[in-house]
């Protein structure tokens, strides 16, 4: 037998006003770091591998190849003929370095090789960077 009524219950609320504003913040925040974490600006169509992702040396060069025979390295555009002073002005002496290849997937194979003859002569890795195979159904 309920003897109270039900007039001096007393009522709980939940604000959730904040909780709108935090939200908010979270994926703008969210959004933002996820356009910034992409370091590759030359937008290239890769050629794509079944072999998972290699490991590489601590310091990474990028160099890119857009399809109209464009070198890229880290975002500036470099001429072809330039590539190995270019390459040595980042390199420190005693430091394991490491060049990511881009190169779009219609680029000749000619082309890609006056890289890899660059970085031959330099005596640093190079790594042809690939996009992963996409299963078929």
Known sequence: M??????????????????????????????LASAVANPQVVKLLLPSSSAGEQSVAKKTITVSVTGDLVYHV??????????????????????????????????PIQDVIAV????????????LATEPKKEKD
């Open 74 to 107: 880290e975002d500036e555009p470099v001429p072809i003929e330039e590539m190995e002073e270019v390459l040595q002005g980042q390199i420190q002496s005693g430091e394991e370095v490491t060049i990511m290849l881009y190169a779009d997937s219609s680029v």
């Open 116 to 127: 890899m003859d660059v970085a031959n002569k330099l005596k640093i890795r190079l790594v």
């Open 2 to 31: 309920n003897l109270r009524g039900r007039r001096n219950r007393p009522n709980a609320e939940v604000h959730t006003a904040a909780l709108n504003d935090i939200m908010f913040f979270l994926l703008l925040f969210f959004l």
